[in-house]
Every structure is written in structure tokens, then in C-alpha cells.
């Protein structure tokens, strides 16, 4: 077998591995964000027309060109509803591989004046999981800055987002070194990281066990 052929099955594989563990984990995580921004309608219901984007937003569940064009419409009030039908956008851009539009609409909400740091913490990690997804589907390194961009915006004053944050640093280092075809036994950043990760007491169990199969792949394949 060629070394391309190898590179080529090895890509696939790894790119099975990162969308059938996180898959879940970005719908768990924009769940989460969505029902933290709902809770806060509660405190915007003096905003003028508000009720009119309410109606607005509801009736845009099913997302064909009009409700589409209606959310776009949202997007520019400075309401709740703003936040959330731009994630409703990315909802929809991310599930037919849309990545860049999505990508530009995650940089406008984590640089909103609008939303604290544990809603922006949120939409990083979002976005940071979702563009390491994106790398592995479109075989590219466009989006390797962007991620590392999100990273950095998730605030490390959140101790809930402390095992998230150090996973994602870890599959940051994992797709430069799928990217570029190098080794990564060799690699003493990532290995450390592993080691940390692994060794580490604030870590969550869920994390520790998908860098496990991640690391493990990494070696024996």
C-alpha cells in the first residue's frame, strides 16, 4: 500500500474517531447554551417588539428559504433573539456542511458586547469542536487559526469549562499532526499534554477516555 493510500485511510479513520465521539458533545453543548439564553427572555420582555420577534423566532422551526430569511432579519435587533437565531443559522449552516458562513457567524457572537463570558465560553467551544469536525470533513488547514482563536476565548475562570478547554487543546495539537503527516510518538507537546490530561484529578472522566482512544489510535495506527 502507498504512503498516500495509508495517509488517506488514516485521515478517514481518525476522522470517524473525532465525529462519532463529539457529535454528541456539540449537540449537548448548544442545548446547554440555548437553554441558558432562554432563561434570560425572561428579563427582556420590555424590549420594543419583542413580541413580534418572538413570533418571528417560533415560527421559523422549520428552516426553508422564508424562516431563513426571517432569522437573517433577527439577527440584526439587539434582543435575545438575536443570539438566538444567529445560533439557529449555525445550526442549520452546520448540518449542510456550511462551515465557513457558520465560522463567521461564531466569530460575531464571541466578540458581542452582548453575552457574558460563560455564554462565549460556550459558543467557543462550539465553534472550536465544530472547526476541528470541519477540518477532518474538508481535509483542510484553513481553519486552524479560527480554532485556536475560540480556545482562547473560553475563559479559564470557569471551572466547568476547565476539561473542555484542555481537551480541545489537546485535538488542536492532534490535527497539525494529522495535517502535516507527522509523528506523533515523537511529539513531546502532545505527549505531555496526554500525561496532564490523563493525570489530572480535574478532569473529567468522559474527557480522559476520549483522549485515551485518540492517543491509543495515534500510537497503534
Not at 434570560?40 to 428552516?63: P, R, V
Not at 464571541?110 to 465560553?121: A, G, M, T
Amino acid at each position: 500500500m502507498s504512503d498516500d493510500n495509508i495517509n488517506n485511510n488514516i485521515i478517514k479513520r481518525m476522522q470517524s474517531i473525532v465525529i462519532n465521539n463529539f457529535r454528541l458533545l456539540l449537540i449537548i453543548l448548544f442545548l446547554m447554551f440555548l437553554s441558558f439564553i432562554m432563561f434570560q427572555t425572561y428579563n427582556y420582555f420590555n424590549i420594543l417588539n419583542i413580541k413580534k420577534n418572538s413570533i418571528n423566532f417560533f415560527n421559523s422551526s422549520e428552516l426553508n428559504e422564508d424562516a431563513l430569511y426571517e432569522l437573517e432579519k433577527l439577527t440584526n435587533n439587539n434582543n435575545i433573539f438575536s443570539t438566538l437565531s444567529s445560533l439557529k443559522i449555525i445550526q442549520h449552516n452546520n448540518e449542510i456542511n456550511n462551515f465557513e458562513y457558520s465560522n463567521e457567524l461564531y466569530k460575531e457572537l464571541v466578540q458581542s458586547n452582548q453575552l457574558n463570558s460563560l455564554y462565549k465560553s460556550s459558543i467557543a467551544a462550539h465553534a472550536a469542536y465544530t472547526l476541528i469536525n470541519a477540518t477532518y470533513i474538508e481535509k483542510t488547514n484553513s481553519y486552524i487559526k479560527d480554532i485556536l482563536f475560540y480556545i482562547n476565548k473560553i475563559s479559564d475562570e470557569l471551572k466547568e469549562y476547565y476539561s473542555i478547554k484542555k481537551e480541545l487543546n489537546y485535538l488542536y495539537q492532534i490535527i497539525q499532526i494529522d495535517l502535516n503527516n507527522l509523528n506523533y510518538k515523537n511529539n513531546s507537546q502532545v505527549i505531555d499534554l496526554y500525561n496532564e490530561i490523563s493525570g489530572s484529578d480535574l478532569i473529567s472522566s468522559s474527557v480522559k477516555e476520549r483522549v485515551k482512544n485518540i492517543h491509543e489510535f495515534q500510537l497503534y495506527n
